[in-house]
């Protein structure tokens, strides 16, 4: 069976790594070489999660080394070097770039009847969209409008190589300037420009005005690499979930030996982590189901959302979805929304919300009859049957399932609420800690996020609210 590896160089690019690496696993490469330039955002610490789910192979740069150019020249031979033997055919990419095939269903596929021992794969030059800011989705995504075919930056190449035959030389991007480009069967998406916030903050250049004008291409619009998304999203998941479970086990020791420095980068004293609770009576929940006359489930075949009627219901197929709502004094009701069954292994997609998680942490506008998500801060459309809740027993089943989010919670939605909470949960449970995260005040999840780089995706970070 063919052996193929992605190699990639990457500095401080903690929001879209896991995204990166989620792609191309989904494309079909067998192993994945990164190095890490010594980041210090917390791109090494998803890098170190993702690496105890896949063949993520994690090397750390030459510091030797002064220029970062140099230190990346000398790891991409090193791995092409060591991959010369194993590996049938590797490609280097930069981490805003996604390779992509037209028809081919993997790596493996679109190779196969290959005689030529460079495949180059031109570029695709994807601008922002019209996003200002960063988004908690894929870029793939996020970013659907692109340069013309005609643009020259487009002649720039990516190659698919077979290591055994093409010598010591490192492949050259700009070694098809001469030819036009095409698409017709593969493309790198460059995400060069991503969101404008984003790309200020990391571009180098003298002019950042003029180059953002140069990257921002949107003249055609292509949605075609959203056909591996839902496995895309499914690893995505597993490398969160990874994260926050990591989270878990340093909060828990943070709490266990009253670690004095990483409370006082929470903002916290060891007094507010054993101070009693303000909260008088425990949080009371109110469980739903999403309609009346039909009910709200997920088609287990597909992962769709679909309204199944009495008549209709074939139980190894469709899992009901079931809304619990923490009561509340004011408009804004903390929900969570779940299946009645487990998803093990996988999360519940919801349209608009970015949350990668089996439960889904949702804001319930009580006087306006809407849904939010507390990340996009974006109305969530929930095709809710009969437009209704209809409240349910409150079964042993339902409080079973929402326990470790309660005992997170109990005390509120601050962070010494949830350090308490921390400490009295036994063990992790990954979608309830990220429900959590996601309910907590935008500045308190900040500073977790600050102290604990990399364990906290952007796709949990509780939006900020509009500056008036």
Not at 155 to 168: C, D, F, T
Not at 415 to 420: F, I, K
Request: glycine letters at 6%; a negative charge.
């Amino acid at each position: 069976m063919s052996k193929s590896a992605a190699i990639l160089f990457v500095h401080n690019e903690v929001d879209t790594i896991g995204w990166w690496l989620a792609h191309h696993a989904t494309i079909g490469f067998s192993t994945l070489i990164v190095c890490d330039d010594h980041s210090t955002d917390g791109t090494a610490a998803v890098l170190s999660n993702a690496a105890t789910l896949y063949d993520i192979r994690v090397h750390s740069s030459d510091t030797t080394l002064p220029e970062r150019l140099d230190r990346q020249t000398r790891f991409h031979e090193m791995a092409l070097e060591q991959g010369r033997n194993e590996f049938d055919w590797v490609m280097i990419l930069a981490a805003d770039e996604y390779l992509h095939f037209e028809t081919a269903r993997s790596v493996a596929e679109f190779t196969a009847a290959a005689s030529a021992s460079m495949l180059p794969v031109n570029w695709c030059l994807f601008g922002s969209s019209g996003r200002t800011i960063p988004s908690p989705f894929s870029p793939v995504e996020t970013f659907t409008r692109h340069g013309l075919l005609s643009l020259p930056d487009h002649r720039v190449v990516r190659h698919l190589v077979q290591p055994r035959r093409i010598g010591n030389t490192l492949p050259d991007p700009f070694s098809a300037l001469e030819r036009n480009a095409t698409w017709s069967d593969s493309r790198i998406l460059h995400f060069a420009a991503g969101d404008h916030e984003s790309f200020l903050r990391r571009n180098s250049s003298a002019t950042p005005d003029k180059a953002w004008q140069n990257f921002d291409r949107n003249d055609a619009e292509y949605t075609g690499a959203s056909r591996w998304l839902p496995e895309s999203r499914r690893i995505a998941s597993s490398i969160v979930q990874a994260s926050l479970t990591d989270l878990y086990w340093r909060l828990k020791a943070t709490v266990t030996h009253a670690d004095r420095a990483v409370l006082q980068d929470l903002g916290l004293t060891p007094a507010q982590l054993s101070a009693p609770s303000s909260r008088r009576t425990p949080p009371q929940f109110h469980f739903c189901m999403l309609g009346q006359t039909k009910q709200l489930m997920r088609d287990m075949q597909t992962g769709s959302l679909v309204s199944v009627g009495a008549g209709e219901m074939n139980f190894g197929r469709y899992n009901p979805l079931i809304m619990a709502l923490e009561v509340s004094d004011g408009d804004v009701w903390n929900a969570c929304l779940f299946t009645e069954n487990p998803l093990p292994g996988r999360y519940l997609s919801l349209p608009g919300s970015p949350t990668l998680l089996p439960m889904v942490p949702l804001h319930v506008m009580i006087a306006e009859n809407t849904v939010l998500s507390p990340v996009s801060g974006e109305e969530i459309r929930i095709a809710i049957p009969d437009h209704a809740l209809t409240k349910i027993d409150a079964t042993t089943a339902l409080y079973t399932r929402m326990t470790p989010f309660m005992v997170l919670t109990a005390e509120g939605h601050g962070l010494a609420d949830l350090l308490r909470g921390i400490d009295r949960l036994p063990a992790p449970d990954a979608s309830a800690l990220g429900c959590a995260i996601a309910m907590l005040d935008p500045e308190d999840a900040e500073r977790l996020a600050q102290t604990f780089p990399g364990l906290i995706p952007r796709s949990l970070m509780p939006v900020r609210p509009p500056q008036s």
